[in-house]
């Protein structure tokens, strides 16, 4: 199957082994596709298990896709279509999702590689197979708001906002690059839910790379902590709705927003935690890089002589769409799905407010927590990297 108008500089198969998240990537395999138990037990496919071994501990060590995967560079497009499904199947069957979430930022990142270089054509049709019809001129490329909007919310750069895009007749246009970049969200995505596994399947793959998972295991960012610092125990129950927001979708293992991750931090340390407890807060985030997010962590606690920088005031977080008063649909807790009336009072400008009303101790607050300047999102917040980071 040719790719419609795509420019075929390394052929159909060598392309669906680059994309091999792609529908109909199975032919590079010549019609002769593996049975799950061949591909797990077969000697034949040992090479192919190696390789897809590779590519699971090097997402779990980091998943922005530094570690190279030498096995890759001389494998076969068989061989690296069939590594990626075992490295798929594997980790579907793992008992937690956040290896599965971290190789998904991996496999995204490493396709990205290709993406960035690749023509208008090429771009549009990798999205049109991934259900994301994108219109290309051969210069730009279009897409609806709708799927704009699907695809560069969880991307943390201001230059992705949708005020800040080229917007006519309820299309947005974008340069080749930033399609590029949004086709990467598409593949994290994509790859992040885990296969549908029959019980008797995940037994099998659990039994048969128990020590896989094992290693994935212990390579994963530990637990959040809840242990407080100078300033005595730190509260998350009496955090405002919108902190608790941020650290419940950290905890799924989801993406915050850059301006999410910022105010996160500056707020913990207000609230008397710990410099470790701040860095584990991030442990869930799929791109979680352990000396990253401590650097971004001290700059963020370290200023003004330890005072650290203030976290954004009420407007701020809503200009941000992080404000949550009206209630969180997608929470478990029925509290958290209702509006918040304390966030409604008229003198509540700040979430130190908040904290500090309902009884938490807030460590070098500014006067009344909110009429300091707030911190603005330029500032680069943890588990980012100011000028590397495409994917916040």
């Known amino acids: 199957m040719p790719v419609r108008g795509a420019p075929t500089r390394l052929g159909e198969e060598a392309l669906l082994a680059d994309y091999p998240f792609l529908p109909g990537a199975e032919l590079v395999l010549g019609g002769e596709q593996p049975s799950v138990r061949g591909l797990l037990e077969e000697p034949a496919y040992e090479r192919v298990r190696t390789i897809g071994r590779a590519r699971v501990l090097a997402a779990q060590d980091d998943p922005r896709g530094s570690v190279a995967?030498?096995?890759?560079?001389?494998?076969?497009?068989?061989?690296?279509?069939?590594?990626?499904?075992?490295?798929?199947?594997?980790?579907?069957?793992?008992?937690?999702?956040?290896?599965?979430?971290?190789?998904?930022?991996?496999?995204?990142?490493?396709?990205?590689?290709?993406?960035?270089?690749?023509?208008?054509?090429?771009?549009?049709?990798?999205?049109?197979?991934?259900?994301?019809?994108?219109?290309?001129?051969?210069?730009?490329?279009?897409?609806s708001v709708a799927d704009y909007v699907r695809l560069a919310t969880p991307i943390r750069e201001a230059e992705f906002r949708l005020a800040r895009q080229a917007l006519k007749d309820g299309q947005v246009t974008v340069a080749p690059p930033r399609a590029s970049r949004l086709l990467e969200e598409a593949v994290r995505r994509a790859l992040a839910v885990p296969l549908p596994l029959r019980p008797e399947v995940v037994g099998a793959v659990r039994e048969r790379e128990r020590e896989l998972l094992d290693d994935v295991a212990r390579r994963l960012p530990r637990p959040v902590g809840r242990s407080g610092g100078a300033g005595g125990p730190v509260a998350p129950a009496l955090f405002p709705p919108c902190l608790r927001k941020m650290q419940r979708t950290l905890e799924r293992g989801d993406n915050l927003s850059h301006a999410g991750r910022f105010c996160l931090a500056a707020f913990l340390h207000r609230a008397g935690a710990s410099f470790e407890t701040i860095v584990d807060a991030y442990r869930g985030a799929p791109d979680f890089d352990e000396s990253v997010t401590r650097y971004q962590v001290e700059h963020i606690t370290t200023r003004d002589g330890g005072r650290g920088y203030e976290p954004p005031n009420c407007d701020t977080l809503r200009s941000h769409g992080l404000c949550v008063r009206d209630g969180d649909p997608d929470a478990a807790s029925a509290a958290d799905r209702e509006p918040d009336p304390r966030c409604f009072e008229p003198s509540l400008r700040h979430p130190l407010q908040y904290y500090r009303r309902r009884g938490g101790t807030v460590v070098a607050a500014g006067d009344d927590d909110a009429s300091a300047p707030a911190a603005t999102a330029a500032s680069a917040g943890p588990g980012r990297t100011p000028s590397t980071d495409r994917r916040g």
Not at 71 to 81: G, H, I, K, Q, S
Not at 84 to 106: C, E, T
Not at 121 to 127: D, G, Q, R, S, T
Request: glycine letters at 6%.
């Open 69 to 143: 995967v030498a096995e890759l560079a001389v494998a076969r497009p068989d061989e690296r279509y069939l590594s990626f499904l075992f490295a798929r199947l594997v980790l579907s069957a793992a008992p937690g999702a956040a290896g599965l979430r971290r190789w998904a930022v991996f496999e995204s990142k490493r396709s990205h590689e290709r993406l960035r270089s690749a023509e208008p054509a090429e771009l549009e049709e990798v999205a049109h197979r991934l259900g994301y019809p994108f219109e290309s001129d051969g210069r730009s490329v279009r897409l």
